[in-house]
């Protein structure tokens, strides 16, 4: 699996994740799954949430989650990536990131040091929520 993220899309992303540093951030790419390629149509910034302050190890809260896929689904679209970032730390998934991320979903991590990006990568999580798998990104 692969996902297509236009340039603007990747930009919106990176430049959340260095604004929001040294705090982590959240966001969800909007767009369509086929033969195996997620093509995002656009990207949701969710930082300065509540629920961040709340429960740190969760992605999301669930009343997000499902307000971002039911304005996604009116619009004939899906969730295709839930992002966050690491900061000061690598971009490889966390253990807490087995716990709580998404099979089916892409997972895009980004990591940061001293405010400044230093690697992006994609992933897919294992349906038994064991492994990632790296996906590709393509611009």
Known sequence: MSIKLTRQIMSAILTQAERTYPAKCFGFIVGKKEGGIATGSYYIACDEMDYIKKYPVSLTDSHT??????KAGAEGLTIVSMVHTHPDFTDEPSQLDCLYDCPGITHIIISLSHGKTVSCHAWQLTTDKQN???EQIVQ
């Open 65 to 70: 989650y499902n307000s971002i896929k039911n």
């Open 132 to 134: 990632f798998i790296q």
